[in-house]
């Protein structure tokens, strides 16, 4: 029945209760979605500030490719000559080889390893920090490096390779992405881990049937088993952005860290 609105105006019958799809949490689960997937994308998003190492390493491999392309290639191939980690420099310039090599890209193509860092040193290092990442990448590269280059060796001294084996231009960020990714998969649950893990595999049986190359086949694994043998050290060090929770409440009665319900909340501030 209709009545009087104070001031003399007809009201109809009042509205009955919201449908349940209208209201919260259904009204805003389009918006909520698509916010969330939002703030999830831009909080991986490397940047300066959350990923100094994998940009400031992307700059450099930058530099020296656009030199590589840009500068004589008689002159290039001397530099890289003089970075590459064969078994020759090891053996007379250890420390140079294992350093420079590391600075230049296997090829012209750049734009792979840009993906490459963007889904393994990236997000390894916004877990871990910049200097374990960095310290896992390098012990990848200088691990992988040696156990390659061992194997060339020992093979050119057995005679089953050529003595211009241990010339071979050896050199690229390879062993650095994929000991990232293989440290990267023992933070992440087993959900990640077993696509990350089967991924390298693939990926390095793939290499290792089309290119025929003795020091991938031996570097790419031991790169990613490299990885995977500082799951206990990154597990169990400490971890950017990592906070504490504090104690529960005590059940005294509610207090600034009590629910509206009286439950007692933990404190993640």
């Known amino acids: 029945m209709a009545g009087l609105r104070r001031g003399g105006g007809p009201v109809g019958p009042r509205p009955g209760p919201c449908p349940p799809w209208a209201g919260p949490p259904y009204g805003m689960l389009r918006l909520g979605l698509r916010t969330g997937v939002a703030e999830w994308l831009l909080a991986r998003v ?35 000559e003089a970075s590459s980690s064969d078994g020759h420099n ?3 310039h250890p420390l140079r080889a294992l350093l420079l090599s590391g600075f230049w890209v296997a090829g012209s193509v750049w734009m792979p390893y840009l993906w490459g860092f963007a889904f393994t040193v990236a997000p390894l290092e916004r877990r871990v920090g910049s200097r374990r990442a960095a310290a896992v990448f390098a012990i990848g590269h200088v691990t992988a490096t040696l156990l390659s280059q061992a194997v060339v060796i020992t093979a050119v001294e057995t005679g089953r390779l050529e003595s211009a084996a241990m010339d071979y231009l050896d050199i690229g960020v390879s062993y650095g992405v ?87 909340v933990l404190d993640v501030r």
């Open 46 to 80: 490397p940047t300066p500030r959350r990923n100094p190492f994998a940009l400031g390493y992307l700059a450099v491999v930058g530099a020296t490719t656009t030199f590589a392309k840009l500068a004589d290639p008689d002159l290039v191939l001397r530099l890289q």
């Open 90 to 92: 090891l053996l007379h």
């Open 178 to 264: 994929l000991v990232s990714l293989g440290a990267l998969a023992g933070l992440l649950s087993w959900r990640g881990r077993l696509p990350a893990l089967g991924g390298a595999a693939a990926l390095i049986a793939e290499q290792i049937v089309t290119e025929n190359d003795l020091v991938t086949a031996v570097g790419h694994p031991a790169a990613v088993l490299t990885g995977v043998a500082l799951w206990r050290w990154l597990r169990h060090g400490p971890r950017r952005g990592a906070r504490p929770l504090r104690a529960e409440a005590p059940e005294a009665g509610p207090g600034p860290a009590a629910a509206a319900g009286g439950a007692p």
